[in-house]
């Protein structure tokens, strides 16, 4: 995410789409310091819906303000909320015990998460019934663990806390014009997007800024491919540069074009295609 004066962006490219139902923000108020009267914040969002054909769609409106006595009940949603959220972290966590070969101790993290949304589930038994329902299955299969627990603990989980990828650091890295060249050796998905993202923040220690991806080879991307390309494109546009993906197979281009991915991404259709794009975007820096 990024703060720019009263501007809170979260940019939640490397999370699965199909795994988000909402995003929860629990912010702590000074009532002194806020206006009386009016919206508390506005909101403007701007998804893919797989409800839809990944249409792509925005959500724009306020936050009204709902101040109450720090004695009074939690909002039901809010709480029925940060319960889907505390899970799926609850799993993200039993997932890194469980690379580490430590079933036992991602058994109890899961059985706490279990106790606890068992503790709350009639406050919304219809959207956490499936939680409760996921964490018993995880917890059955750490009872007859095996070497696939981990991988099945990051498709739940929505990312292994041992091959996270954090945004580096790149204060003092000079950046130059040199072209980064990848061919994609296969199909993007969940479990590669994370070597993709670290293959590329490398690349940006070494002052690239400039990527193509020849996608020749890759037949099928997911909503985690999708996510960490824009992800990707919004690291090298940072840093005054840019993403250009060639040579897509005729089942990507459908992808790109039920998610408007092209508004996102720039595609040529061959490599060289796309070094001149970029030669043109050199040439445009090179003016302002």
Known sequence: YTLDGNVLTIQAGDVRSDDIRNFVINC??????????????????SYYNILQNMSFETVKGNIDQK???????FDPDVLTETLISRSAKA???????SAGKNPDAA????????VKIEQNLSISPDSLTPVL????SIETRLKDYSSTVSKQLMADGADLHR???????????????RIFEHSIPGDIDLYN???????IQKQMEEGYRFVIFNMSKAHHIDSSAIGALIQIEGWLTRRGGSLIVTNLTDNVKKVFSLTRLESHIRVAATPE?????????????KNI
């Open 67 to 73: 101040l109450a006595a720090k004695s009074s009940a």
């Open 163 to 177: 091959r996270r990828t954090e945004i580096i650091d790149l204060e003092g890295v000079d950046v130059h014009n």
């Open 193 to 199: 997007c994370p070597d993709l993202k670290a293959m």
């Open 133 to 136: 329902n996921r964490l018993k």
């Open 28 to 45: 702590e108020t000074d009532p002194a310091k806020i206006a009386k009267a009016g919206a508390l914040a506005s909101v403007d969002v």
């Open 273 to 285: 295609g796309a070094k001149e794009t970029i030669e043109k975007l050199i040439e445009d820096l």
């Open 107 to 114: 058994k109890e993290v899961i059985h706490r998460m279990i």
């Open 91 to 97: 799993m993200i966590e039993a997932s890194r015990f």
